[in-house]
């Protein structure tokens, strides 16, 4: 509330006012205060506006606080942006105090709370700032805000380097002019002000002042001596120290001309290595360090007799003296010193580095010299003479430091070891790609066996030529063909590199390949030249006594043999997986993916072929160095190769088997029923063991030449020819009884799921016919290919497939067997063996097949005869003839000689003919019986009809007997008499009368019958 009772004084000073009655607005002294709106004016309360008023005219007034009973007086801390009018909102440009005035926050401008609202205020709170004055603020309108503020500081940057810019050579030159100044200021204290801040001498102006009572005329005459001398003392100065430095100077240099040797040494050194002189700087070296010694004696010496002298003439200034040129002195020979020991150091370490980099042999012979030898030795002369400083017995537990011999061979090993990791790590990562890139590139999962095939076809072309150009020169020469020369011809083939399997497949095999063979070449010859080195080396000196570098090339070698164990590992371990269950996905390690057995078996080959020449020199290198360091463990590291080597072979055995076995269970893939008669057959020996005119595919050759062609090569895997050469033997010569029980289990399994193999094709082609009516075998010609003229029954297939049993029976198999015995010394061919009496149960599931099939045709015809309800009654006079359901079953014996004859052998295709005549018989046999005891007279057979069943009956007979081969077994013969009997006795029994004839006119009908059916039967 507003107090009346002020006086006119406290009036004027709170308004700032001169007079109390203002006529104009100077009188008012009014200063810069924020902006207001007079809209905003009316809208204030009376006590807001009396606040305007208030510090529009006095800014300083006194703030009266109404909720107190007390006047008291606010310090408020200046605020610039008050008092400049910096009061604006920067997201919405109102003013920010009338805002908090207006919303209670703050009472008045100068409140000390205003300043957690200014943004330019050092107090300035974010936080209470944007709750209280932006409380009612949304989210958009602050980011427009904040956006607007971003621009606008970019906008400010932007002035604000182009007034750096612009006014930059200003500034540059304003710099430059002010570092003059200061350097012409520091410059400005003269030579004499400098030497007197740095004298020793007498200085008066550092005494302390004298009072005035001192003053008197012999002080004053003190103090004039005393600044004389000081004068003098200064202009002295300079001559006395020129003349201690020229006799520094002059006792240096003299010492310089005495020992001349020492210091023109290090130019001597330089000029030697540059012109390669290391003759004359290894004797240069040797004489200065016999002179040091000499002359580090000397001036002790020298240095002791003068001290000596100095001491007992108790002359303190000649000993300072004494010991300031002995210093001088030792600084300057020791600066030549270190200088010489650096370059030596140099030059010493160049030579070692050039020696451990050397690919140093020594000779293998006697008296032998090479420049290689006479560089190492010249190495090993340089590095030991310069190393003759070293005190004896100096590096005692570092004898490398001391026998560069023992450095290099140290060296030596470890590049070997080095390059051994870079190998192994560059195999494992290429192979695991080479093996990533298999399973994603190749679809068709399982080995691809038609590289098999593709190799037989090959060699079969070049034998046939070969074969051509014999019979050609057969006609001038009466050389025969030789068969050996066929075999080895196709063994060559097979084993030919082209055309082994898949590219990508090849390549992996060749990365295992390349690092065996890195392996096999320049790691022994890396091992060969360290060996030849530490025997020759420790034959002369002993250069490895504690046998550090034995136990380093054990531990190496020990590596070597650790890692090719792990390479050819079995994935799952030896007791979770059998010879019967074995597959290639166990040894996935070593063995890329999908591989079949052409490339398996033709670069195990040369795998095995490696790795046996690097354990085998392993063996020798591991006994030669510790049969030279009397090694206790020799023994026990020959027997670790020795292990390593025979478990190696074993896996390596065991995946060409494992592969093997996979390639034989996919070999019907390779079954297309290309036919190969006994003209064309590549075996001559055969044509006299198998039956005359049977064909046969060419999946037999196939199966005899690749299996020749495997047993081969597993039989050089296993038999290693004797190394000689060395007396420690690693590799085993001879397989051991597991070895060989394995393969001959391997084989005996290829040789029965090729059968198998054989059978799923012709299961897969019998459920084809069942399915389609159709199959492959339905066009097949006896050269191997296929034309319209050679068609055959849709059963072909099936005799086909019993041909190719019966000679995998009796011909390829026993040949087999016979050289699986003479490979690896067996008598599988004297044993009785299961697998053929497998074979003969295949065959006659095959033949029952075909002869069911046969049987149920001609049952079907035979039934539709003796059921055939339209047969014509029995007259008075009828006349004999052959019924028409003989004719049609002699035709289907007519087909079945057409067709399947020639591709069947003669005695299988005669106990199909045998089989299908005893069928005829019988189910003659068995109809007529069954309608004699039939109720039904349309069933039974009259007197007419049984006397013309009986000529049918003699007519089928007849037909077949005037055949060479065809003709009637014994057995159906019975049979035949049996039916004739009972047709005879059916007719005897029949009541009433009966159809009557003789016998000259039944002969006569049959014979006429056959004469007239001669053409159409001549095929029998």
């Known amino acids: 509330m507003l107090i009346p009772d002020y006086s006119r004084n406290e009036l004027l000073k709170f308004y700032n006012l001169e007079t109390l009655e203002p006529v104009s607005k100077d009188q008012l002294n009014l200063t810069s205060q924020e902006f207001v709106d007079a809209d905003e004016i009316l809208e204030f309360s009376e006590a807001e506006q009396f606040s305007i008023l208030n510090r529009l005219v006095n800014p300083k007034a006194i703030h009266h606080n109404d909720d107190s009973n007390n006047n008291n007086t606010i310090n408020i801390e200046d605020n610039e942006d008050v008092k400049n009018g910096i009061v604006e909102d920067p997201l919405r440009g109102k003013n920010i105090i009338q805002e908090l005035i207006r919303n209670q926050v703050i009472k008045a401008s100068n409140d000390p709370e205003v300043n957690n609202y200014l943004i330019s205020s050092q107090r300035f709170n974010s936080l209470k700032f944007l709750t209280t004055v932006h409380a009612d603020s949304s989210i958009e309108q602050l980011a427009q805000s904040l956006s607007f503020l971003e621009k606008n500081i970019r906008g400010q940057t932007t002035e604000l380097i182009g007034a750096i810019d612009s006014n930059f050579g200003t500034f540059i030159n304003c710099k430059r002019e002010i570092d003059a100044i200061l350097e012409e200021f520091k410059s400005s204290k003269t030579k004499a002000q400098q030497d007197y801040d740095n004298s020793r001498v007498f200085d008066p102006s550092r005494q302390p002042v004298r009072s005035l009572k001192d003053s008197s005329l012999s002080s004053e005459l003190e103090e004039a001596i005393k600044n004389l001398n000081y004068t003098t003392s200064r202009m002295i100065q300079p001559v006395v120290e020129n003349k201690n430095k020229e006799a520094k100077l002059n006792k240096l240099i003299d010492f310089v001309k005495a020992n001349s040797f020492f210091f023109d040494l290090p130019n001597q050194l330089i000029h030697h290595l540059s012109n390669h002189q290391h003759d004359e700087f290894i004797n240069d070296y040797n004489k200065y360090l016999s002179e040091k010694q000499a002359f580090i004696m000397a001036r002790n010496s020298h240095y002791k007799r003068e001290l000596a002298r100095l001491t007992n003439a108790n002359d303190e200034a000649g000993i300072r003296s004494l010991n300031q040129e002995t210093d001088m002195l030792t600084t300057a020979i020791s600066k030549v010193f270190t200088e010489v020991e650096n370059i030596t150091q140099q030059f010493k370490k160049k030579s070692y580095n050039?020696?451990?980099?050397?690919?140093?042999?020594?000779?293998?012979?006697?008296?032998?010299?090479?420049?290689?030898?006479?560089?190492?030795?010249?190495?090993?002369?340089?590095?030991?003479?310069?190393?003759?400083?070293?005190?004896?017995?100096?590096?005692?537990?570092?004898?490398?430091?001391?026998?560069?011999?023992?450095?290099?061979?140290?060296?030596?090993?470890?590049?070997?070891?080095?390059?051994?990791?870079?190998?192994?790590?560059?195999?494992?990562?290429?192979?695991?790609?080479?093996?990533?890139?298999?399973?994603?590139?190749?679809?068709?999962?399982?080995?691809?066996?038609?590289?098999?095939?593709?190799?037989?076809?090959?060699?079969?072309?070049?034998?046939?030529?070969?074969?051509?150009?014999?019979?050609?020169?057969?006609?001038?020469?009466?050389?025969?063909?030789?068969?050996?020369?066929?075999?080895?011809?196709?063994?060559?083939?097979?084993?030919?590199?082209?055309?082994?399997?898949?590219?990508?497949?090849?390549?992996?095999?060749?990365?295992?390949?390349?690092?065996?063979?890195?392996?096999?070449?320049?790691?022994?010859?890396?091992?060969?030249?360290?060996?030849?080195?530490?025997?020759?080396?420790?034959?002369?000196?002993?250069?490895?006594?504690?046998?550090?570098?034995?136990?380093?090339?054990?531990?190496?070698?020990?590596?070597?043999?650790?890692?090719?164990?792990?390479?050819?590992?079995?994935?799952?371990?030896?007791?979770?997986?059998?010879?019967?269950?074995?597959?290639?996905?166990?040894?996935?390690?070593?063995?890329?993916?999908?591989?079949?057995?052409?490339?398996?078996?033709?670069?195990?080959?040369?795998?095995?072929?490696?790795?046996?020449?690097?354990?085998?020199?392993?063996?020798?290198?591991?006994?030669?160095?510790?049969?030279?360091?009397?090694?206790?463990?020799?023994?026990?590291?020959?027997?670790?190769?020795?292990?390593?080597?025979?478990?190696?072979?074993?896996?390596?055995?065991?995946?060409?088997?494992?592969?093997?076995?996979?390639?034989?269970?996919?070999?019907?893939?390779?079954?297309?029923?290309?036919?190969?008669?006994?003209?064309?057959?590549?075996?001559?020996?055969?044509?006299?063991?198998?039956?005359?005119?049977?064909?046969?595919?060419?999946?037999?050759?196939?199966?005899?030449?690749?299996?020749?062609?495997?047993?081969?090569?597993?039989?050089?895997?296993?038999?290693?020819?004797?190394?000689?050469?060395?007396?420690?033997?690693?590799?085993?010569?001879?397989?051991?009884?597991?070895?060989?029980?394995?393969?001959?289990?391997?084989?005996?399994?290829?040789?029965?799921?090729?059968?198998?193999?054989?059978?799923?094709?012709?299961?897969?082609?019998?459920?084809?016919?069942?399915?389609?009516?159709?199959?492959?075998?339905?066009?097949?010609?006896?050269?191997?290919?296929?034309?319209?003229?050679?068609?055959?029954?849709?059963?072909?297939?099936?005799?086909?497939?019993?041909?190719?049993?019966?000679?995998?029976?009796?011909?390829?198999?026993?040949?087999?067997?016979?050289?699986?015995?003479?490979?690896?010394?067996?008598?599988?061919?004297?044993?009785?063996?299961?697998?053929?009496?497998?074979?003969?149960?295949?065959?006659?599931?095959?033949?029952?097949?075909?002869?069911?099939?046969?049987?149920?045709?001609?049952?079907?015809?035979?039934?539709?005869?003796?059921?055939?309800?339209?047969?014509?009654?029995?007259?008075?006079?009828?006349?004999?003839?052959?019924?028409?359901?003989?004719?049609?079953?002699?035709?289907?014996?007519?087909?079945?000689?057409?067709?399947?004859?020639?591709?069947?052998?003669?005695?299988?295709?005669?106990?199909?003919?045998?089989?299908?005549?005893?069928?005829?018989?019988?189910?003659?046999?068995?109809?007529?019986?069954?309608?004699?005891?039939?109720?039904?007279?349309?069933?039974?057979?009259n007197s007419f009809e049984l006397v013309k069943l009986k000529l049918d009956v003699n007519f089928f007979f007849k037909v077949f007997d005037r055949s060479q081969k065809l003709r009637f077994n014994d057995v159906n013969f019975k049979v035949l008499e049996v039916l004739i009997n009972t047709v005879d006795e059916h007719y005897n029994n029949l009541p009433g009368s009966k159809f009557d004839y003789n016998d000259k006119e039944f002969r006569t009908i049959l014979n006429d019958s056959l004469r007239t059916s001669e053409n159409e039967f001549d095929c029998f």
Not at 677 to 683: A, F, I
Not at 746 to 760: A, C, E, H, P, Y
């Open 354 to 941: 050039e020696l451990l980099s050397m690919d140093h042999e020594v000779s293998s012979t006697k008296n032998s010299k090479s420049s290689s030898n006479d560089k190492f030795l010249a190495l090993v002369s340089t590095i030991h003479s310069l190393e003759r400083e070293q005190k004896p017995n100096a590096n005692a537990n570092h004898p490398q430091q001391e026998n560069p011999v023992y450095e290099f061979l140290v060296a030596q090993l470890s590049n070997i070891d080095k390059e051994l990791d870079h190998q192994i790590a560059k195999f494992d990562s290429k192979f695991r790609m080479m093996q990533l890139k298999l399973l994603d590139s190749i679809t068709i999962k399982g080995s691809h066996v038609r590289y098999i095939a593709e190799k037989y076809y090959s060699a079969k072309s070049g034998i046939i030529a070969s074969k051509s150009n014999s019979s050609t020169s057969s006609s001038t020469t009466s050389t025969p063909h030789n068969n050996e020369n066929d075999i080895k011809f196709i063994m060559d083939i097979f084993n030919n590199i082209d055309n082994l399997d898949l590219s990508l497949v090849n390549e992996s095999w060749l990365v295992l390949n390349n690092f065996i063979g890195y392996l096999d070449d320049l790691f022994l010859q890396n091992l060969t030249k360290f060996t030849n080195n530490y025997r020759h080396y420790y034959q002369i000196n002993n250069v490895d006594p504690h046998g550090k570098i034995r136990d380093l090339f054990i531990e190496l070698v020990s590596k070597v043999s650790n890692v090719l164990v792990t390479l050819f590992e079995c994935e799952v371990g030896d007791n979770e997986v059998t010879q019967l269950d074995s597959s290639p996905s166990n040894y996935k390690l070593f063995l890329p993916h999908f591989t079949n057995s052409l490339s398996a078996i033709y670069y195990v080959t040369s795998i095995s072929f490696k790795l046996n020449k690097v354990y085998t020199n392993l063996g020798k290198y591991t006994g030669l160095v510790g049969n030279l360091t009397k090694y206790n463990d020799t023994s026990k590291i020959i027997k670790t190769l020795k292990n390593g080597s025979a478990k190696t072979s074993q896996r390596l055995i065991e995946a060409v088997c494992a592969v093997w076995i996979n390639d034989c269970s996919q070999f019907y893939q390779l079954q297309d029923w290309k036919t190969e008669s006994t003209d064309d057959d590549l075996d001559d020996l055969d044509k006299d063991t198998i039956d005359n005119g049977a064909i046969h595919t060419s999946i037999l050759h196939i199966i005899e030449y690749y299996q020749t062609y495997i047993l081969t090569k597993i039989g050089q895997l296993v038999f290693v020819k004797e190394d000689t050469s060395s007396d420690i033997r690693i590799v085993q010569s001879y397989p051991s009884k597991r070895t060989l029980m394995s393969i001959e289990i391997q084989f005996m399994r290829s040789l029965n799921i090729l059968v198998d193999s054989i059978m799923k094709k012709y299961n897969i082609e019998r459920s084809l016919v069942e399915n389609n009516g159709t199959n492959h075998s339905n066009r097949i010609s006896t050269t191997g290919t296929s034309h319209e003229g050679s068609k055959i029954l849709h059963e072909a297939f099936k005799v086909l497939t019993m041909n190719d049993l019966d000679k995998l029976s009796r011909v390829t198999y026993p040949k087999l067997i016979s050289k699986f015995d003479e490979i690896f010394n067996n008598t599988l061919r004297n044993q009785n063996l299961k697998l053929y009496a497998d074979i003969d149960k295949a065959n006659i599931t095959i033949f029952d097949d075909i002869i069911n099939r046969e049987k149920l045709l001609i049952a079907n015809e035979i039934n539709l005869y003796f059921h055939d309800s339209n047969r014509p009654p029995e007259t008075a006079s009828p006349s004999l003839y052959i019924d028409g359901f003989i004719f049609l079953i002699l035709i289907h014996f007519v087909k079945l000689i057409k067709k399947v004859k020639p591709i069947t052998g003669q005695q299988v295709f005669l106990s199909i003919i045998n089989e299908l005549q005893a069928t005829v018989l019988k189910s003659i046999l068995d109809n007529l019986r069954t309608s004699s005891s039939s109720t039904s007279t349309h069933t039974q057979l």
